[in-house]
């Protein structure tokens, strides 16, 4: 079992960077996958980034990709999300989540374990 704290978030211009942090408490984070998410109120969560368990692996969204940066430091039980050329439609509170056993790193079903996320807002 593990615990996740998200942390980071803020405001931010247009343009500008933010790096989100994700650290995991409990035992073998080395053998979860990693993944963030994001969520509008009243729509549906969406799949941002995932990491393998080595961090030899990464997957992106489409509207990431380029921009987004997903990492792991398995020594410090943390995930980061390293967030540059921020749009005003990457708004939303973000979320990490962990699963030991994923095939579909994008789906948040697979996923057990969630932290409690943390907010983002890019003004235009």
């Known amino acids: 079992q593990v615990q996740l704290v998200e942390s980071g978030g803020g405001l931010v211009q247009a343009g500008g960077s933010l790096r989100l942090s994700c650290a995991a408490s409990g035992r073998l984070f080395s053998s979860y996958v990693m993944g963030w998410f994001r969520q509008i109120p009243g729509k549906e969560r969406e799949f941002v980034a995932a990491?393998?368990?080595?961090?030899?692996?990464?997957y992106y969204a489409d509207s990431v990709k380029g921009r987004f940066t997903i990492s792991r430091d398995n020594a410090k039980n943390t995930v980061y999300l390293q967030m540059d050329s921020l749009r005003p439609e990457d708004t939303a509170i973000y979320y990490c989540a962990g699963e030991r056993s994923v095939i579909v790193p994008s789906n948040p079903r697979v996923y057990d374990y969630w932290g409690q996320g943390t907010q983002v807002t890019v003004s235009s």
């Open positions: 990491i393998s368990k080595s961090g030899g692996s990464t």
